[in-house]
Each structure stands twice: as structure tokens, then as C-alpha cells.
């Protein structure tokens, strides 16, 4: 089995994601004591059970833009799904080798460590584990870890998903923890997808320790980013292909091959952001930004910021 979740998670550490009261755990499902709301272990599509804390509306009442995030995100799974199915070795090692300065030089991610939109815990491999008492993965995609097995060459890069990985299936403006759980939270590629990233970073500041940290990895426009502005208007697909390559090196061309440069259309991000704004989100939840690098030529559009809880 690739999916865990420890014992002194789920009888210390989880709460209602809703209204963030205690849990009641029954055989095969949690729920709330405040508002009765219920959370199940549910099973994925190749056998995996998975806590599932997800807010499931009945479908009359969703609100507009929850129903545009939960169309895009099931694009962007399907395109996802694509892309790890080839399974090309050097195409993770290149995804490993292009993040590498930044967990093995510039930031020291250690502690109880919570990555929001961590798939199948990759982040993993850059971790001292025996520096880390507990870490825990969280995404909305619970059939994340199907067929994992079926893929050598993801699992030759990354020895680590040879192990199981605690794992859970939840909303990052909905996050099932107790306050004052973390030492950090990581967001790597995954605010631009977030339905409201306010809400997700005012979330992770309630459940990170006094002092402990967040970690955003993302594209932005503006500050020390290659890209000058964010595009508008036709566009030939020729010059579509070499501004991803421009902005987005081999990762962008792979996202050619599965379409999402020919039809603007499967564009799967929510958001599209400033430098600035991105600065400023930090601030009015509360964080203070303690170190910020940008990665090197071909990904010079991509910044990463550790701000501290306050």
C-alpha cells in the first residue's frame, strides 16, 4: 500500500474542516461533534483507502466559482494523469534536478511538514527524514497515487514513494488540522490553482506553529521575473510554443504535447500572478517574508518565499 495516515495524526492532530471542532473517529468514517458534518474512508479507484475530508456540497448549492475551480481541476487531473503516464526518466530528473538548489541549498524544510497539493509526496525526497518527526501530504486528486506501481521510472527517481506516504484528500482553504500543528507548510506550484488563496494561506497560518513558516514555490510576473507581462489576445501557435519554452523551459513544451498551448481553453490555473501581489497576500495574512530566491535560467520566472508566522 502506498497510503498511511499515523495513529498520532488521526487521534491527535485532525479536526472538522468546516467548523474545525473535534472528530469523533467510528469504524469507517469521522464525524464532527460541532456541526455532525461527516468524513469517510473512502476507496480509490485501484484499492487505496483514503480519509476523505474534501467538502462535498450538494450539487444545487455550489457556489459558481466552486463549480469552474472543480471543472478546471478535473482537466488539469486529466492532463496530469497524462504527463506521469509517460514516465520518462529524464524528464523526472530533470524536475528533480531543476528544484534541487532549493531544498538542498537555500531553505531548510525540516520539522512536521504539511505539503498542500503534494500529490504523492515527492517533496519527500529532498527531506532529512530523520529530521522530520512527521510529514503529511494533502490534495484534492484522491485517486493521486493509482497504478504508482506501474511506473519504474518515477519510482527509480524517487526512491521515496517506495514508501508510504501519510496522505489524506482535502481542500487547501479546508485544511483538517488542529491549530498550531506545523512547523511548515509547502505550496510549490499550486496557488495558481487554488480556488481562494486567501482563504488557503489564512488556513495554513492557523494550523503552523508560533514562528513556524510557509513555503510558496510559483510562476509570477513582475519583480526579478523573466516575464515582462501576462499575455492577451490571438496568438499563432508557433509563437505560443517558444513563449512556454521561453517562460517555461521543458516542463512548458511537455504541456505543449498534451494540448494546453493549442487550445487556451485547457489553461488549467485559476490565477495568474504579480509579484507584488503575491507579496501582499503574504502580508495581510499575517506573514512576514524571511528569505525569497529565484531559481536560475530557464525557470528565472519562478520565485520561492519562506515567510514566517507572526
Known amino acids: 500500500m502506498n497510503v498511511k495516515l499515523d495513529d498520532n495524526i488521526i487521534n491527535e492532530r485532525l479536526c472538522c474542516p468546516l467548523c474545525k471542532n473535534s472528530l469523533e473517529k467510528q469504524i469507517s468514517k469521522f464525524v464532527c461533534r460541532g456541526c455532525a458534518s461527516e468524513y469517510p474512508m473512502r476507496e480509490a479507484s485501484q484499492g487505496e483507502s483514503v480519509w476523505d475530508f474534501r467538502i462535498h456540497r450538494p450539487p444545487y448549492s455550489v457556489p459558481v466559482g466552486s463549480q469552474r475551480w472543480a471543472e478546471m481541476q478535473n482537466e488539469y487531473e486529466e492532463f496530469y494523469d497524462k504527463v506521469v503516464a509517460q514516465d520518462d526518466f529524464k524528464f523526472h530528473k530533470d524536475a528533480i534536478d531543476s528544484v534541487k538548489e532549493i531544498y538542498n541549498h537555500e531553505f531548510v524544510v525540516e520539522g512536521r511538514i504539511l505539503d498542500v497539493g503534494g500529490s504523492f509526496g515527492t517533496l519527500r525526497h529532498y527531506l532529512k527524514m530523520d529530521r522530520v518527526p512527521f510529514y ?175
Open 136 to 310: 503529511v501530504s494533502v490534495d484534492p486528486h484522491i485517486n493521486v497515487f493509482d497504478n504508482l506501481g506501474s511506473f519504474p521510472n518515477l519510482l527509480k527517481a524517487y526512491p521515496c514513494l517506495s514508501s508510504p506516504c501519510n496522505f489524506l484528500a482535502c481542500n487547501a482553504e479546508y485544511l483538517p488540522f488542529v491549530k498550531e500543528t506545523f512547523d511548515w507548510v509547502h505550496m510549490r506550484s499550486v496557488l495558481d490553482h487554488f480556488e481562494d488563496p486567501y482563504l488557503a494561506l489564512r488556513d495554513a497560518y492557523r494550523v503552523l506553529k508560533r514562528g513556524g513558516k510557509i513555503l510558496i514555490g510559483l510562476t509570477v510576473y513582475g519583480g526579478k521575473s523573466s516575464l515582462s507581462d501576462r499575455y492577451c489576445g490571438e496568438e499563432s501557435l508557433t509563437s505560443k510554443v517558444k513563449r512556454k519554452f521561453r517562460e517555461g523551459g521543458v516542463k512548458a513544451l511537455v504541456e505543449a504535447v498534451w494540448g494546453r498551448i493549442a487550445h487556451e481553453s485547457a489553461d488549467h490555473h485559476m490565477f495568474r500572478w504579480d509579484y507584488d501581489d503575491l507579496v501582499d497576500l503574504l502580508h495581510v495574512t499575517k506573514f512576514r517574508i524571511a528569505k525569497e530566491h529565484w531559481q536560475k535560467p530557464p525557470f528565472s520566472m519562478c520565485v520561492y518565499i519562506a515567510a514566517v508566522k507572526l
